[in-house]
């Protein structure tokens, strides 16, 4: 019967026991956490922390396979390719012999006046003195020159007095022998580019600025281009910021390269540089485009001195051509004197002759100078830089 009882007593406690430990787990368990308190509207929005999903809330609908747009691979990728530059078309020049007939009706406009004057008169019944004044007063205003009219009235005079009666074939035929005379047609009026050594023939281009300098450097290189002559340039005119980047244009629209140096710097040294790739690159000419500053005659000399003695350490300068602009007179006249007393010409480029310059600048400039024009500008195209020829512009003078 104790038995019993003490078992019952162990049962009843160990049932307690068991149940203690039940409440007390129930009571070490964590509380929920309470409801979140209403947002504040009036808060700038919590900056996401790291590990924070982007995703959508849960208690959001979710969208199916079938709702959601996938890329198909077919789309090309936005990646932009930028095109590479394109070169510029390289021009084909315009061959150079008989340019110049080709636009004699160009010249023949602007130089009319002077050779259907001189008809005019000549052809009057009586050539009194008065007449034969008047004759002097054309050639003078056409920029002819006093020595070179004198030797021409002197002329004319003679020949009229022979002839007798004069028709006007006959009187044509007369002026247009002497004005060819004057313009003395046994000048030499190749542009030499043909160096006797194994170097390129080296041009140089002096002037004012302002007369068409670095566009007529540009223009010769087309002709020589057309000519069949691989060209350098050399922009050696560091003075003007547009000059390098003119010369360039006309350079690229051809083939040629251009040789430049900072702005600034020394033309010397951007001359040396051409002549030096020009050698290196087997071109049959080298273009050196130079200042045209004319301040002062002394820093003119010191500058273009130091060009050509830098230059003829590689070889000696093959021509020195003098650019000068028609529309001057008498002007370009001076400017001519001061370049001849710095630098050797060899040749003369006269631009601008279709405009309103009068054709006796030709003349003048030959007998003030003692070289020929070799080339002319006759307007604004590419290639209206025409070799001169001494027949073909008396033609345009005088109507034939």
Known sequence: METIILAVVIAVVVIAALGGLVVGSRKRKQLPPPPPAAPDITAPPAEPHVGDEAEAPRDEPRRTIEEVDLPDGSAAPSVVVEEPP?????????PTAGRLVRLRARLSRSQNALGKGLLTLLAREHL???????????????????????????RLRERVKVLGTRTPDELRGLLREELIQLLVPEFDRTVKTDSNLDTPGIVMVVGVNGTGKT??????????????????LGAADTFRAAAADQLQTWGERVGARTVRGPEGGDPASVAFDAVKEGIAEGADVVLID???RLHTKTGLMDELGKVKRVVEKHAPLDEVLLVLDATTGQNGLVQARVFAEVVEITGIVLTKLDGTAKGGIVIAV???????????????????????????????LIGE
């Open 86 to 94: 394109v070169a510029p078309e390289i021009e084909i020049p315009e």
């Open 128 to 154: 009194d003195e008065e007449t034969w004044e008047e004759i002097e007063d054309t050639l003078l205003v056409a920029d002819v020159g006093v020595q070179p009219t004198q030797e021409l009235v002197e």
């Open 215 to 232: 566009t007529t450097t540009g223009k010769l290189a087309r002709v020589l281009v057309a000519d069949g002559k691989s060209v350098v």
């Open 290 to 292: 130079t200042a045209g």
């Open 366 to 396: 030959q007998r003030e100078l003692g070289v020929p024009v070799k080339l002319v500008g006759l307007g604004e195209g590419a290639d209206d830089l025409a070799p001169f020829e001494p027949e073909a512009f008396v033609g345009a």
